[in-house]
Every structure is written in structure tokens, then in C-alpha cells.
């Protein structure tokens, strides 16, 4: 770990963070617990652990304790894939029916429910890209929007819970017609969970192995997989929700979590539990261009495409979204393969950089990137929804203003 100096950053500014998060955030008990790295220059510059892991037991957080990452799993999926890509296996224009056949006469929903659904022709088909940047006309049970989320709540298609495996859970998708016509709107959906299932299929390797053998083990990911196993358990977070009253209750037990068994199906939209650390380590392979301590998993050039903004037209979010729900509220976004990223700094109304990418779980937990600054920001808690509270831009303004030294 380098002194703050040394990268550009003060000590003093960055010491309002820890002053700033327990003031508002720890002491009052809107937040469990909450761990934060900062990553500047190839140095740890950074880093802060504050509150419980578990308050019912009073066990403090520690640097090394597990989190839920829920969909801070989509951008490690979207690597998985796009490695693919790098070989030639897949592109980005292939029409997903090649690996789905059965999709291959997925209309859109125009009228009914499960069972006598009516529907039309898609004016173009699903592809592969539709997939990484959710213009695929899926969508989440939880938007509660349509028709077509209310079947996915009905089938419990929520890319999690699901039984059956991946194909299992792709055959089940293939009975619901799509929100809309592929690579016409942006809709927050488990799309990601479908890119798993074609990494599987392309590969000829369980998911779970191939994210392993492909990413965790070569970046040194120690503790990054989709279940918790019985020697990490005390290591495991509790997870908490804010309730409509604005009580905060557990939600999920460290001591009896559905995470201490391996799933059947698992989720490349939102299954991963992590740490901090590794976590970091996946952002400084983003960071570095792909590569890691000698171990590369993709070009520079790869890299750049997946964080250009791919929503149809160069649209921003706001204007793409057809969702009622995003990790990313703020204007002034784009979306690439995999992330959302800066494409109109002002618009954002926050401090970073223009091309800064990032993410976020629906514990509350972000990242982002900076490749301007040479900057990485872990953040990780457990509190949901994601959007009870401001934490992301808060955090954002408190690193930002501690810089001392900007290359942008």
C-alpha cells in the first residue's frame, strides 16, 4: 500500500470518507457495515472497514469478509464472453437463435399472459450484442412494468432461484415473449444470465468452471465464486433491507443463507460472492488493459470497445431506457458491453472523467474505473435496495475531491 501522496491523492481529503460514511451512514444504522478500496497509479492508496458484518451477533466487518455482488457478476460475465469472442468462437453480430434455436421465432408481446400470449415478428433478430448491452427485449420479473415481467414472476424467471440449470432456465425464457423488438431500447434484464449460458455452450464448460479456470484462478480471485464453502462461512456478511417504512431488517441470515449451497442454476446476472480484494483485482485487469500480473484475459483494443457506448443511435441511458430500474441513475450515461460509462461529463452533474465505466449490485455494493485518473474505486456493503440512498455519488465526489494531482 503507497501513502496517498505518492499517487496524487491527499491523506486528508481521502480520511473525509471514513469521517463522512460512519457519521452518516454507520452510527445512524442506514448502513450495516461498509469497505472501501482506492486504487491509483498501481498502488492500493486507500482503503477503509467500518461497521458489522453481522449486527445481530456483533461480528465487525473485516477486509477480508464476502459480500453478496449480485450484478457486479454481469461485468465478469461479460468478460467470459467476450473472450470468446477474442478467439473467433462467437461474434457480436451472430443472431442468438445459432446457439438458441428454439428462439429462433421469439415474437413481442402485444396483448395476453402466460399460456395465451399474442405476439408479433421481431423487426430484426436478437443478437449476441443485444445480449451484453440489454437491447435484447428481455426484461426482470421485479420491474413489475408489464405483462410480460408478470410472467417472468409467475415462472420464477428472476436468473437466481431458478431450478433446472441454465437449460433449463433458457427453455423456460423461450415460452415468454420479448418487452420489445431487439436493438430498439435499453431494459435492464436478465440478459446476462443468457450470455452465461452461451459461454457455457460455446466453450464446453460448465459456467462455473470456465469463469474459474478462465478468470478467478489466472487473476488470483481466491474467494470469488457462486456459493460461500463451509470453511469461509465466518467470513460471510449479513444482508440487509430497507423497508417502505424505512426500517432496516435482515434480510438474509450469514448462519443460514441459501449461499451455502451450491445453486443449480448459476446466475451470470447476479450469483458471485466476492471480496474487496478480489474485486480489485478484476477492476485492475480492466484497468491494466486485460492483463494482470502476467496473466491476460483480453486485448486493450477489447477493453476499449466494450466500454464505447453501444445503445442504438449513441443514446444516452435516459433516452435508450424503457426500465423502471438501473444500477446507474445519473444522466449524461451511455452503455457499453458489459458497463455503463461516461459520455457527457457535465450532463452527470458529478465529478470523474468522460469514459470512466462502472457498476453496481443490488446490495448497494459499486465499482468503477477511471482509465484518465489510473484510478479503481471498490465499494462494498449489504443493504437493499440500491437505491436507498446517494452512497455511490457521495463516494464519488469524496475521491475525487481528494486528488491533488488530475491527468484529464
Request: aromatic share 10%; charged share 20%; proline share 5%.
Amino acid at each position: 500500500m503507497s501513502t496517498p501522496e505518492a499517487v496524487g491523492l491527499s491523506s486528508d481529503r481521502l480520511g473525509r470518507i471514513e469521517s463522512f460514511i460512519k457519521d452518516k451512514y454507520i452510527y445512524t444504522g442506514k448502513l450495516p457495515c461498509a469497505l472501501t478500496q482506492v486504487w491509483r497509479r498501481g498502488q492500493l492508496a486507500y482503503t477503509s472497514v467500518l461497521g458489522a458484518a453481522d449486527v445481530e451477533r456483533g461480528k465487525p466487518l473485516k477486509a477480508d469478509s464476502l459480500f453478496r455482488i449480485y450484478s457486479m457478476t454481469k461485468p465478469v460475465t461479460s468478460v467470459a464472453f467476450m473472450m470468446l469472442v477474442e478467439e473467433g468462437l462467437v461474434s457480436l453480430d451472430d443472431p442468438v437463435h445459432r446457439f438458441i434455436p428454439a428462439w429462433r421465432d421469439l415474437g413481442v408481446f402485444q396483448a395476453g399472459g402466460v399460456g395465451a400470449f399474442e405476439t408479433t415478428r421481431v423487426n430484426q433478430p436478437m443478437r449476441t450484442i443485444d445480449l451484453l448491452r440489454h437491447t435484447s427485449g428481455l426484461t426482470y420479473g421485479f420491474q413489475q412494468r408489464t405483462n410480460v415481467d408478470a410472467a417472468y414472476r409467475k415462472l420464477k424467471l428472476d436468473g437466481v432461484d431458478s431450478e433446472g440449470g441454465l437449460q433449463g432456465y433458457v427453455d423456460a425464457l423461450g415460452t415468454v415473449p420479448l418487452e420489445f423488438s431487439p436493438g430498439e431500447a435499453w431494459n435492464y434484464s436478465v440478459s446476462t444470465d443468457v450470455l452465461g449460458y452461451l459461454v457455457e455452450k460455446i466453450s464446453g464448460l460448465p459456467f462455473d468452471v470456465f469463469l474459474k479456470r478462465r478468470i478467478f484462478d489466472p487473476l488470483k480471485m481466491v474467494d470469488t465464486g457462486f456459493y460461500v464453502p463451509e470453511s469461509q462461512r465466518e467470513r460471510f456478511t449479513a444482508c440487509y433491507a430497507l423497508t417502505p417504512s424505512g426500517k432496516v431488517v435482515l434480510q438474509d441470515d450469514p448462519e443460514k443463507s441459501r449461499f451455502f449451497k451450491d445453486p443449480p442454476m448459476k446466475s451470470g446476472g447476479g450469483g458471485l460472492v466476492s471480496t474487496a480484494d478480489d474485486y480489485m483485482r478484476f477492476c485492475r485487469m480492466l484497468l491494466n488493459g486485460g492483463e494482470l500480473d502476467g496473466a491476460r484475459l483480453l486485448s486493450p483494443k477489447t477493453i476499449k470497445l466494450m466500454t464505447m457506448n453501444h445503445l442504438p443511435g449513441g443514446q444516452e441511458l435516459v433516452q435508450a431506457s424503457k426500465s423502471l430500474f438501473s444500477e446507474a441513475v445519473f444522466e449524461g450515461l451511455g452503455f457499453g458491453l458489459g458497463f455503463a460509462m461516461t459520455v457527457d461529463q457535465a450532463r452527470t452533474k458529478n465529478l470523474g472523467s468522460l469514459g470512466e465505466y462502472f457498476w453496481g449490485g443490488m446490495a448497494s455494493t459499486a465499482f468503477w474505473i477511471d482509465p484518465v485518473e489510473d484510478l479503481a474505486v471498490v465499494f462494498m456493503t449489504q443493504l437493499m435496495p440500491s437505491s436507498a440512498y446517494p452512497i455511490r455519488r457521495e463516494l464519488r465526489t469524496l475521491v475525487y475531491s481528494a486528488m491533488t494531482e488530475s491527468n484529464g
